[in-house]
């Protein structure tokens, strides 16, 4: 079973930035789609940002221009580094494939942005 492990979050004041890192096993970090997923209270998970394994990104509307994915193949991660951090962007965030089907959903990182 893929086991993905999300670490990085914090508390963090409105207009501050956080930085996400998730572990992924080596045997598929460079054959799969790999992306960041968020969920807040009474909310559906929703995909973030996305990044393909030639590098290609993608990001939700509403975080364009704050958040950065990358991969790192020396270390099979992916991060998300987030700048300008608004109180919305309160959750529990999760990596995993981009696809139809998805690894077992990890513990996630819970990142709060309040002052």
């Known amino acids: 079973q893929v086991q993905l492990v999300e670490s990085g979050g914090g508390l963090v004041q409105p207009g501050g930035s956080l930085t996400l890192s998730c572990a992924v096993p080596?045997?598929?970090?460079?054959?799969?789609?790999l992306g960041w997923y968020r969920q807040a209270p009474g909310k559906q998970r929703e995909l973030v940002a996305s990044?393909?394994?030639?590098?290609?990104?993608n990001y939700l509307d509403s975080v364009k221009g704050r958040f950065t994915i990358s991969r790192d193949s020396s270390k099979n991660t992916v991060s998300l580094q987030m700048n300008s951090l608004a109180p919305e962007d309160t959750a529990v965030y999760y990596c995993?494939?981009?696809?139809?089907?998805?690894?077992?959903w990890g513990q996630g990182t819970q990142v709060t942005v309040s002052s």
């Open positions: 995993n494939k981009v696809g139809a089907s998805f690894f077992a």
């Open positions: 080596g045997s598929i970090f460079s054959i799969v789609p």
């Open positions: 990044i393909t394994t030639g590098g290609t990104t």
